[in-house]
């Protein structure tokens, strides 16, 4: 058995395997299935009929609901989506006892799989009221330590804010901290925040203030320290690829500790060959800006920059709408500069010590790449600080071990290699990183 035993990027929910989701709505009258089934036909152009499969819990049922949950294909962000809705209709964030009851049985799992510590991330709908929001993260903390109780410190849960990627975030994040000052529990269970969800139309420069003021807090109170988790470059439908390494770049410059999955950070830029993809002025005159700013190191690490001609398109472009779609073809000459980038990039993250969760079947799934091309490979050979993790392992059927075996199956079967991927995770862990212990 490989030793990997701590998994650093969880989403809470999206760990519920199947039976026991099947189980629970089961147990359940009335669950309106309106949302989820008409968000599904949308996406899969089929309208499953929810309240005649639950009709009879039989085996042939339960499997049926396994295709509607499970991503077992490449999807689309928003397929993506409407599966993890099943989630959503099912269970109750209202219901406390129901909420412990999953942190207890998602500890359980991974404990019987042969995990001692878990990071779970855990993002609140944007309807949340303030009371509910803090009795839910008592409520959570509070499982997650009284699980590690009754396992003698035998398995490890820690939580993760993900905070909105709106103005919201600001909210949250003060929310956390009024209920981290207010419940033991939260404040000792609560070990980093996170970004996640939809990544298009967020750029990390937004982030920017909020990761200041985390970091600030960081210092004044280090018992209570708070690692940032980012979710960056994992989708990037609406800029090229040159405009994801950079978002990847700036996150882990304003200060981000680990990022999630970064696949623009690592995929063979040639795959795109001859592709077309639009962006808008505003992204290409960020880029621009970046790469005027980081004019020497980008030239060290072998990328051409013209600096008068670039001088002449920002000028050019600042007449226009921000907004307005600038269209383009990737052609051979650019996609081999966005490799030297993706070098520089990863230089830095070496260099400063910030850490890549990569996880292979998410990344396979929902960033519908082939095993080749997964940006592990080149995270490996750059000597990354990596860390194998398995995201939604009940959605993907999977666990981390079955994810470790990909790696060595499809990356490395290095044993040294696989070992330090290993103790990676636990270097990594966020009360760590984030300075508190
Ligand atoms: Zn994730």
Redesign the pocket.
């Known amino acids: 058995m490989l030793p990997f035993d701590h998994d650093l ?1 969880l ?1 809470l929910y999206g760990c519920l395997p199947a039976r026991m989701l099947w189980e629970t709505a089961h147990t359940k009258q009335n669950i309106d299935w309106d949302f989820f089934e008409t968000e599904f036909e949308q996406q899969f152009a089929i309208r499953p009929d929810m309240n005649r499969l639950l009709q009879e819990p039989s085996e042939e049922n339960f499997i049926r609901f396994c295709e509607l949950y499970t991503v077992s294909e490449p999807v689309t962000f928003a397929q993506f989506q409407a599966k993890f809705n099943l989630i959503i209709a099912i269970m109750e964030l209202r219901d406390l006892a129901e909420v412990a009851d999953v942190v207890q049985k998602v500890c359980q799992t991974h404990l019987q799989q042969g995990i001692q510590y878990a990071e779970y ?1 855990m993002l609140f709908p944007p309807w949340i009221e303030e009371s509910l929001m803090l009795q839910l993260l008592h409520t959570i903390c509070e499982a997650l330590s009284s699980f590690e109780q009754t396992t003698h410190q035998e398995f490890e849960g820690r939580l993760s804010l993900s905070l909105p990627r709106t103005q919201q975030g600001e909210v949250h994040y003060e929310w956390l901290r009024y209920a981290m000052e207010r419940f033991p529990a939260v404040a000792q269970m609560t070990t980093s925040v996170d970004f ?1 969800f939809i990544e298009e139309g967020f750029p990390p420069k937004d982030q920017q203030a909020l990761f200041q003021r985390i970091l600030k807090d960081n210092e004044k109170n280090p018992q209570q320290a708070l690692a940032i988790l980012y ?1 960056v470059g994992e989708s990037f439908e609406d800029k090229g690829l040159e405009s994801a390494v950079r978002w990847v770049h700036q996150a882990a410059i304003i200060g981000a500790h680990r990022l ?1 999955h970064a696949i623009a950070l690592g995929i063979p830029p040639k795959r795109y060959l001859g592709e077309t993809y639009s962006e808008s002025v505003e992204e290409r005159l960020d880029q621009i800006e970046y790469d005027l700013s980081n004019r020497e190191g980008l030239q060290n690490a072998g990328v051409h920059i013209n600096p008068e001609k670039l001088l002449s398109e920002q000028h050019q472009l600042q007449g226009k709408n921000k907004t307005e779609r600038i269209q383009k073809t990737y052609d051979l000459f650019q996609l081999e500069q966005i490799q030297l980038r993706q070098n520089y990039v990863m230089n830095y993250l070496r260099d400063h010590n910030v850490c890549v969760e990569s ?1 292979p079947t ?1 990344n396979l799934r929902i960033g519908r790449i082939e095993n080749v091309e997964h940006p592990l490979h080149r995270f490996l050979q750059a000597n990354l600080p990596v860390v194998i993790a398995s ?2 392992p009940g959605l993907f059927d999977t666990t981390l071990q079955q994810e470790a075996k990909w790696v060595s199956q499809y990356v490395t079967n290095s044993e040294e290699t696989l070992h330090s991927l290993a103790q990676n995770a636990k270097k990594f862990r966020s009360e760590i990183i984030s300075g508190r212990l």
């Open positions: 990027h989403h991330r996640c979710h999630g996880c998410s995201d939604d």
